[in-house]
């Protein structure tokens, strides 16, 4: 009747660890990523740096940023780039550029098109040849083959009309890392010109989806958040779901079918290993992360009645939460970690509630026309993104309290959104009408900017984990 | 073949399932596609229906027809009268074969969030089999799966489809 069960036990004592992981329905684990270092570089420090000089947020769609390839000391071999140093340094102003265009803030130009700065052109720019480009600002960078094969990756960022340079940082990554220099370098500039904290070097958990609507595969994936690096975690023999990235990204929580019930999954991410969420024979459902990491939000439905547990990330024993009859689900922290969103259908159909993290103190938010679900409190706190259900499917904000309440979306069915990790840009899944295809997308807190995220294969709930130190 | 529970429950339910027997179906106007081999009214003749044999989906399909299933209203769990009469009719069969075990599968439309389809499918399936306990099948023969809205059966985005996948499925358990 379930031959999983009889099997767990055995093929832990007798098979090598890949049968165990296929019996899990796990691919080849990613094993535990390097770290990036911050390094101090060279500049001209004839003068302090300078304050912002974007004050208007209706500017920055039209600021000009040229982008050109990053220069090179000399053209190095490195196993980053089969054509060298100099190419590589192309490659991360093209990343750069990528970024800063998809976010709908800038109009960035280059590498392409550009004239490619010397090495010592990096910190003391050509300004004759950039002010005549219609580009406000200039980002210059270099790429540096250390003996050890570790690349120094240095990023300026320069006001071409003041003719100086606004900031820099420079970092030594492995050669496999090199993209997430891009990203650092991406997130200083959008930092420095926006003042909104940074977003780009971080990663996405995903469930990507292939086949005929009736007999979907459902596989849980990862990829960086412009969509390189994508790498499949399940082999699809189990359906997958819901996953979410644990604050230090040591671990993705998820839902799989793999022993023939849905259950939430704790994945180690560097030993490929996974536990159950809590040892039950219940199934348990939306999985959620507290912020300081530390625990692990629930649902579970006993007897067909579904509440929210808190349970610690080291194990021991499940804290029930809710108790009212029906379908209490979800949960999501706000980031003092002191209350919890959730939604219900306690009033007869599904609304969004807030409690103290102890289960204290529920009571309703949402009273306007529609639907409340899958509420994800912003990291910045201030907002509360959820599913609105009224006709279509679309995405909405609104404050803690329930108020302010701004429909971002108007797809046919939109839903699931999470956020990035400055609490600028929702990220959510689109599903087509009848094809049941679904794709992921972005959208920023304005609801003007909205864009696909790129995947391979069709893809849903996505999970957006924080910055990567 | 020997009947595991008394004979008047029996009768109870043949009486019952008959007097439902010309209850219109409710919500789906397409029903999903279902073999027209058997007579939706069950005959229990000892040997069952021809062709399948016993402990297969097929033979449980032959004996109950579209009873096999029973559908919902938006965001409901209850049981109907036209719910009840196929539960009836499965609680019948399941009576005279109570040597098979099965899995009722909680199903939702695509039109509801996915988290809470997961729920609401699960709500659904332990509806039926409460119901099914009701009627005497001993609660341990039954396992519940929730698969929410993941696995419909009919593909389009319109009422109808949506009618035919808000579903409790019973599924004979098999190579036992």
Not at chain 1, 32 to 54: C, F, H, K, N, W
Not at chain 1, 143 to 156: E, H, M, T
Not at chain 1, 375 to 395: H, L
Not at chain 1, 454 to 468: K, L, M, N
């Amino acid at each position: 009747m379930k031959p999983t069960l009889f099997l767990l036990p055995l093929f832990a004592g007798l098979m090598a660890t890949s049968a165990l992981a296929q019996s899990q329905d796990l691919g080849e684990p990613l094993g535990d990523g390097a770290q990036v270092d911050t390094v101090s570089i060279e500049g001209d420090d004839d003068d302090g740096p300078l304050r912002g000089t974007v004050t208007d947020e209706s500017d920055w769609e039209n600021l000009g940023i040229a982008i050109p390839a990053f220069a090179t000391d000399r053209n190095a071999p490195t196993p980053a780039n089969d054509s060298g140093t100099e190419a590589l340094g192309r490659e991360i102003a093209r990343v750069i550029s990528g970024n800063l265009r998809n976010n709908g803030l800038f109009k960035p130009s280059g590498p392409d098109g550009l004239p490619s700065p010397t090495f010592a052109q990096i910190t003391a720019p050509s300004w004759g040849s950039w002010s005549g480009r219609g580009a406000e600002m200039l980002v210059h960078g270099y790429v540096r083959a250390r003996p050890d094969n570790r690349l120094v990756v240095g990023c300026y960022l320069y006001d071409v009309a003041l003719q100086d340079e606004l900031i820099r940082e420079g970092w030594v990554v492995q050669p496999a890392d090199w993209r997430r220099a891009a990203h650092k370098c991406s997130d200083l500039i959008y930092a420095r010109l926006t003042g909104e904290d940074p977003f780009f070097d971080s990663r996405i958990a995903y469930i990507a989806e292939t086949g005929p609507k009736d007999n979907r595969v459902k596989r849980l994936a990862v990829m960086d958040s412009d969509g390189a690096n994508h790498r499949f975690l399940t082999l699809g023999s189990a359906t997958a779901l819901t996953p979410r990235y644990s604050p230090d990204y040591s671990k993705i929580l998820y839902l799989s079918y793999v022993d023939g019930n849905p259950r939430i999954y704790v994945y180690d991410i560097g030993s490929g290993q996974q536990t159950l969420v809590t040892e039950n024979r219940n199934p348990t459902l939306a999985p959620r992360w507290s912020p300081d990491g530390r625990y692990i939000l629930y649902s579970m439905a006993v007897a067909g009645n579904t509440d929210i547990y808190r349970v610690p990330v080291s194990g021991g024993t499940s804290v029930r939460l809710t108790d009212t009859p029906g379908i209490d689900i979800g949960g999501s922290y706000s980031p003092d970690g002191s209350k919890i969103v959730f939604e219900s259908d306690r009033s007869g159909t599904q609304q969004c509630y807030v409690m103290d993290a102890d289960g204290s103190n529920q009571r309703r938010i949402t009273f306007f026309g529609g639907r409340c679900a899958t509420p994800e409190w912003s990291p910045r706190g201030d907002q509360i993104a959820f599913t609105r259900i009224a006709g279509d499917f679309n995405v909405a904000v609104m404050t803690p309290s329930g108020g302010g309440l701004r429909v971002l979306t108007n797809g046919w069915q939109d839903e699931a959104p999470t956020w990035a990790p400055n609490g600028r840009i929702i990220q959510f899944f689109r599903t087509t009408r009848d094809s049941g295809r679904s794709a992921l997308w972005q959208v920023d807190l304005t609801g003007r900017n909205e864009r696909r995220l790129p995947t391979p294969v069709d893809a849903s709930d996505p999970a957006w984990g924080p910055i990567r130190p | 073949m020997t009947f595991s529970f008394p004979k008047a429950a029996t009768v109870a339910l043949m009486t019952s399932t008959l007097a439902l027997g010309a209850c219109s179906k409710k919500a789906p106007e397409e029903l999903p596609p279902v073999q027209q081999t058997a007579t939706p009214t069950p005959t229990p003749t000892p040997t069952g229906p021809v062709g399948a044999s016993v402990g297969t989906q097929a033979h449980f399909e032959q004996a109950v027809g579209s009873s096999t299933t029973i559908y919902f209203d938006t965001d409901r769990f209850n049981i109907d009268s036209t719910d009840a009469a196929a539960l009836q009719a499965q609680a019948q069969y399941f009576a005279r074969f109570p040597q098979l075990n099965f899995t009722v599968e909680g199903h939702a439309d695509e039109r509801g969030t996915r988290e809470y389809n997961l729920a609401l499918g699960e709500r659904r399936a332990n509806a039926a089999k409460n119901y099914l306990v009701s009627l005497g099948v001993s609660a341990n023969r039954i396992r519940v799966v929730s698969y929410g809205k993941e696995r419909p059966v009919a593909l389009a985005s319109n009422e109808s489809a949506w009618a035919q996948n808000r579903r409790a499925a019973s599924v004979i358990i098999t190579g036992m």
